[in-house]
T-cell receptor
Framework: GENVEQHPSTLSVQEGDSAVIKCTYS??????FPWYKQELGKRPQLIID?????GEKKDQRIAVTLNKTAKHFSLHITETQPEDSAVYFC??????????FGAGTRLTVKP | DAGVIQSPRHEVTEMGQEVTLRCKPI?????LFWYRQTMMRGLELLIY????????DSGMPEDRFSAKMPNASFSTLKIQPSEPRDSAVYFC????????????FGPGTRLLVL
């Protein structure tokens, strides 16, 4: 089955700096890669996703890149703000195998 | 749409008691998932259903845990008897169709077993 690894487990940045979170996956058949943001005491919520036919996707300050050859994908947050502080989860799934989540990254943005 | 609905939102019980968590998926979604989240183990998939049929229950910790989905709009996760180590946040999520689609999470049930 799929195995998703996520790094780093914690990340602290200064407001305005960029943050990068990286994930690797094991199943070459995986073709859907969502990212979830979970604020303290709240549910995980989808913030951006990418499919295997695309190498990069951007939505305002967040972007995701995918390298299918290397089986890794990354979340990039630019111009970070304190409200970006949360736990971020990556995940991977294929048409035949359901979603597996990474262990999460706790991002802290210092004002 | 109201999104995924879970009840209760908070549950405090004593060791040995039966606990039943409830979930109503988003209307029209074919798949439903139960997750457990703790600081130590992160987000764990317990079981999921496709079209009301359990597909993968390999994440269910032990026989004390059971899940049912009697119809497309309702699922339960039952713990009997409960133990302090079951204390966690339990999330239900639903998905429209096949595996390559987004899951939408409910607000979660925060369970504390004393």
């Amino acid at each position: 089955g799929e195995n998703v690894e996520q790094h780093p487990s914690t990340l602290s940045v200064q407001e305005g700096d960029s943050a990068v979170i990286k994930c690797t996956y094991s199943d070459s058949a995986s073709n859907y890669f969502p990212w979830y943001k979970q604020e303290l005491g709240k549910r995980p919520q989808l913030i951006i996703d990418i499919r295997s036919n695309v190498g990069e996707k951007k939505d305002q300050r967040i972007a995701v890149t995918l390298n299918k050859t290397a089986k890794h994908f990354s979340l990039h947050i630019t111009e970070t703000q304190p409200e970006d502080s949360a736990v971020y989860f990556c995940a991977a799934s294929s048409d035949n195998n359901d979603m597996r989540f990474g262990a999460g990254t706790r991002l802290t943005v210092k004002p | 749409d109201a999104g995924v609905i879970q009840s209760p939102r908070h549950e405090v019980t004593e060791m040995g008691q039966e606990v039943t968590l409830r979930c109503k998926p988003i209307s029209g979604h074919n798949s439903l998932f139960w997750y457990r989240q703790t600081m130590m183990r992160g987000l764990e998939l317990l079981i999921y259903f496709n079209n009301n049929v359990p597909i993968d229950d390999s994440g269910m910790p032990e026989d004390r845990f059971s899940a049912k989905m009697p119809n497309a709009s309702f699922s339960t996760l039952k713990i009997q008897p409960s133990e302090p180590r079951d204390s966690a946040v339990y999330f239900c999520a639903s998905r429209p169709g096949h595996a390559g689609e987004t899951q939408y999470f409910g607000p979660g049930t925060r369970l504390l077993v004393l």
